[in-house]
């Protein structure tokens, strides 16, 4: 969405009006009586204000360098929705089949896919039991160049920095993510040798970024993740699960006490559907002792594994 400010001055006091406008044209909108993809021109008012009251779920990926895994994504859109109690969407084969040769023809491009509530402003006032839920809308938008690592243009390795912080709704890829924004702005605003924030426990548990998965290497050769009962499962990470499985790599769903452990971190990536695999420099300062062969090697060995599944570049 586009947001504009207004400042007009009544004597000496200054006022700013926010207003709210209509979504750029690289917003699609899923529309379920057509059961089309048409530009979301005419957003009705009461989706983008169900949108910005976090009622809604989304999933992000680029293509189509990495394989976006479409098909799985929308799957988890619409799990996560019917979890929030949504109404079901867009059906799952319509919208891959509708939505495929718009991947197909914006390559380089980053989708954000969100299903989110439409049809009543007043959601807030009335209750589930008396009122049954809006329509849900799934909602996609191109964005071409976005970086997430706004400190460090196309970061090749991440400089992170340990944040208390837990998500509400750690499962769930929702839209109410204000807080947690807030908490990476504020880090990142106080550190610019940070490029992003690590959400940890008051234990000193390492959870996840606030883009992707954390994956730890420790001095025992174990392999480190915290357990998807405290992160976002993403799609990124359960594939490299299922590499750490194939090629007989002890991976150990148990998140790390930077706090008590930091000495046994030898090396760390992080994963998300944007980026794929991104090695970590260091973490509150303190670099980590492997180097560039290691992020390299397990690269290639992740893109082997998906062009065993003949997965590359596509959008099964």
């Excluded at 196309?154 to 837990?166: E, G, S």
């Excluded at 000495?263 to 998300?272: D, H, I, R, S």
């Excluded at 559907?273 to 290639?300: F, H, M, Y």
Aim: net charge positive; charged share 15%; proline share 7%.
């Amino acid at each position: 969405m586009l947001v504009y400010q207004k400042q007009c001055k009544k004597g000496s006091l200054s006022l700013k009006t926010v207003t709210l406008c209509q979504p750029s044209p690289t917003h699609w909108l899923w529309q379920p009586e057509t059961q089309q993809w048409l530009p979301a021109d005419a957003l009705p008012f009461e989706a983008v204000h169900g949108l910005m009251l976090g009622y809604s779920v989304f999933t992000t990926f680029r293509t189509p360098q990495s394989p976006c895994w479409l098909r799985v994504h929308l799957q988890r859109v619409a799990q996560h929705a019917k979890t929030l109690q949504l109404k079901p969407f867009a059906p799952i084969n319509l919208a891959f089949e509708s939505l495929s040769p718009i991947l197909e023809t914006n390559p380089s491009a980053v989708f954000r896919l969100t299903a989110l509530l439409a049809g009543d402003a007043s959601l807030l006032q009335k209750n589930q039991e008396a009122t049954p839920l809006p329509t849900t809308w799934l909602l996609h938008r191109r964005a071409e160049g976005v970086e997430p690592f706004t400190n460090v243009p196309q970061a090749p390795h991440l400089r992170l920095k340990t944040v208390d912080f837990q998500q509400a709704l750690p499962q769930l890829k929702h839209g109410a993510l204000l807080p947690a924004w807030w908490v990476r702005r504020q880090a990142l605003q106080t550190d610019a040798s940070v490029d992003e924030v690590i959400w940890q426990t008051p234990a000193g548990a390492l959870l996840e970024t606030t883009t992707g998965n954390l994956f730890c290497f420790m001095a025992d050769g174990s392999i480190r993740t915290a357990e998807e009962a405290l992160v976002l499962g993403g799609v990124t990470r359960q594939q490299v699960k299922k590499v750490c499985q194939r090629m007989a790599y002890p991976l150990i769903e148990r998140a790390v006490c930077w706090k008590a452990e930091a000495p046994q971190v030898m090396g760390a990536f992080t994963t998300n559907s944007v980026r794929g695999l991104v090695s970590v420099a260091c973490i509150n300062g303190v670099p980590l002792p492997w180097d560039e062969k290691t992020i390299a090697k397990w690269r290639t060995v992740y893109t082997a594994w998906l062009e065993s599944l003949e997965l590359a570049g596509c959008y099964t």
